[in-house]
């Protein structure tokens, strides 16, 4: 007799289509997910999670999670900076759906499904949506013309052996999510620098990065910088098409004064990554590109080969500590030094093993993710500063907890 049940792990893969206003600060979007139940289970509901409705009034979960940390930034914002998710239509496999909302969290829904999904089947799940971007008060939202995309689809919440994890968003609290196939293009005035998860399928905008490389190279050259102000948005749109297979989720960041560094690592196995570095400012900057080359294959020789054919590091406006991992792309906040930079690029990108590849439940387990990927920041520190002190087991304790309480 067995003591649990076999092992088995739902399958979503999404194709999106995403326009940016960026006057109105909006998202118009529509998305199609194919959801295959690997479960021993008949499903006759699945809860969707809408996170952008986080930030539509203020006694959402984050909300009142912001007051318990005694913030009051986003409980004093004005009506018009609070963000949200509507305009959803569900239908699946060509059928209207109903949809009922959670009785406490304006971020959860459930997609009741016009007949039941049994072991094995697929079904395709469709809708539109529209997304009012906050301003930044955690990890979805945007500062003037520049926007941080996370979080901002509707997605179907995990369902494991122990059941349906849906649960609100948080600023203190990760994720937990399916893995999939991501096909999603994004159309947004032609000036913006786009940084994403997944791989670039557009030539011209391979073009366009190479371009912005070699401009960036001259500017840390000469110590001058590209923008002396946000540029005027372009007229004229482009679309730009980004793959990924495998991953539990998508997040792009866009930004007009992004300067660009483009670099490659080759791993022991002679495979060949491409990286990227996106920055506004010079100077601690400079270098970050050779930072996510060398935690890419640090990770890759201690800990297993990177998946993915590229890594991307993004600084940009976060509210919700010092850094954030994404599949294929990190966020990251200010640095005071080329070594600080270099350990938070180093941390963030090693959660794409350490959340990425591991996929744990964040918000039950946080040490799966935390823990062992500052284990692997620190020998990182020690192998290229002589950095010792971080691995005492005292000091070791207390920067965990500090990473728990910054990213989470």
């Known amino acids: 007799m067995k003591s649990q049940r076999d092992y088995f792990q739902q399958e979503v893969s999404n194709i999106i289509e995403v326009s940016l206003d960026d006057k109105e600060h909006i998202l118009q979007a529509k998305i199609e997910i194919k959801y295959k139940n690997n479960s021993p289970d008949i499903l006759d509901k699945i809860p969707f999670h809408i996170w952008p409705n986080a930030y539509s009034n203020k006694n959402t979960a984050f909300a009142k999670q912001k007051l318990l940390q005694h913030s009051t930034k986003f409980y004093d914002a004005k009506i018009e900076s609070l963000g949200n998710l509507d305009s959803y239509e569900f239908q699946v496999d060509g059928v209207n759906a109903t949809v009922q909302k959670h009785k406490i969290h304006p971020d959860i829904v459930y997609l009741i499904l016009p007949k039941p999904l049994k072991p094995g089947e697929s079904i395709v799940i469709k809708t539109p949506f529209s997304v009012k971007l906050p301003d930044s008060y955690s990890r979805l939202g945007h500062v003037g013309e520049s926007y941080q995309i996370t979080q901002w689809y509707p997605k179907p919440a995990v369902y494991d052996h122990k059941g349906w994890h849906e649960f609100p968003y948080l600023d203190q609290g990760e994720f937990y999510s399916e893995f999939g196939d991501y096909d999603v293009k994004i159309t947004l005035p032609k000036n913006y620098v786009v940084g994403a998860t997944g791989v670039i399928q557009d030539q011209s905008e391979v073009d366009f990065l190479k371009e912005m490389h070699d401009k960036t190279s001259m500017a840390i050259k000469t110590s001058t910088p590209l923008f002396s102000n946000t540029p005027v948005s372009d007229p004229e749109l482009k679309t730009l098409q980004y793959k990924a297979e495998n991953v539990h989720d998508f997040a792009w ?15 022991k196995s002679g495979k060949s990554v491409d990286t990227y570095a996106m920055f506004t400012k010079l100077g601690v900057w400079n270098n970050a590109v050779n ?27 976060l509210s919700a500590g010092g850094g954030m991992e994404y599949p294929m792309i990190t966020l990251l906040g200010d640095a005071d030094t080329p070594k600080s ?3 938070v690029i180093t941390h963030e990108v090693g959660h794409n093993w350490f959340y990425g590849i591991l996929a744990s439940n964040e918000r039950e387990h946080p040490f ?41």
């Not at 960041?253 to 080759?266: E, G, N």
């Not at 930072?291 to 406006?317: C, K, L």
């Open 253 to 267: 960041f866009a930004d007009k004064t992004f300067m660009v560094q483009k670099s490659q690592v080759k791993l």
């Open 291 to 317: 930072y996510v080359d060398r935690s890419v294959a640090f990770y890759s020789e201690h800990v297993g080969e990177y998946p993915w054919p590229q890594a991307t590091a993004v600084h940009s406006a």
């Open 341 to 343: 930079l270099d350990d």
């Open 368 to 408: 799966m993710d935390e823990g062992i990927n500052t284990y692997y920041e620190n020998r990182y520190l020690k192998t290229y500063y002589n950095d010792e002190s971080r691995l005492s087991p005292k000091k070791y304790l207390s920067l965990l907890i500090q990473n728990i309480r910054k990213e989470n």
